[in-house]
C-alpha cells in the first residue's frame, strides 16, 4: 500500500501512524525527509494546503544563498 508514496510521503505517513503529537511529530519528520530528500519529492498538493507555503520557500532560497556564499548575514 505505501508503495505507492515516496521516500518523504512515507515518512510522513508513517510519523502521522504513530499516534500521540502527531502534528508535532509529523511536523518534525517532514522538515528532516524535506532537507535530506529535497523539495522535489514534496508532493504539489501537500505544499499547497500548508499555510505560508511561499514565505518558507524564499526564506529556504535565501538561507541557501548565504550558505553557498559561505559568508555570515544577519539581515534574516
Not at 515518512?11 to 522538515?31: E, K, N, P, Q
Not at 505560508?52 to 520557500?57: F, L, V
Not at 532560497?61 to 548565504?66: N, S
Not at 550558505?67 to 534574516?76: K, R
Request: proline share 1%; with cysteine; glycine share 8%.
Amino acid at each position: 500500500m505505501l508503495l505507492q508514496y515516496n521516500e518523504f510521503q512515507r515518512t510522513v505517513i508513517y510519523a502521522v501512524s504513530l499516534g500521540g503529537d502527531t502534528d508535532t511529530i509529523a511536523s518534525m519528520a517532514g522538515a528532516i525527509a524535506g532537507a535530506c530528500y529535497g523539495i522535489d519529492y514534496i508532493p504539489a498538493e501537500w505544499s499547497d494546503a500548508c499555510e505560508a507555503t511561499h514565505t518558507a520557500k524564499q526564506l529556504a532560497d535565501k538561507l541557501y544563498q548565504i550558505v553557498s556564499a559561505g559568508h555570515d548575514d544577519s539581515s534574516l
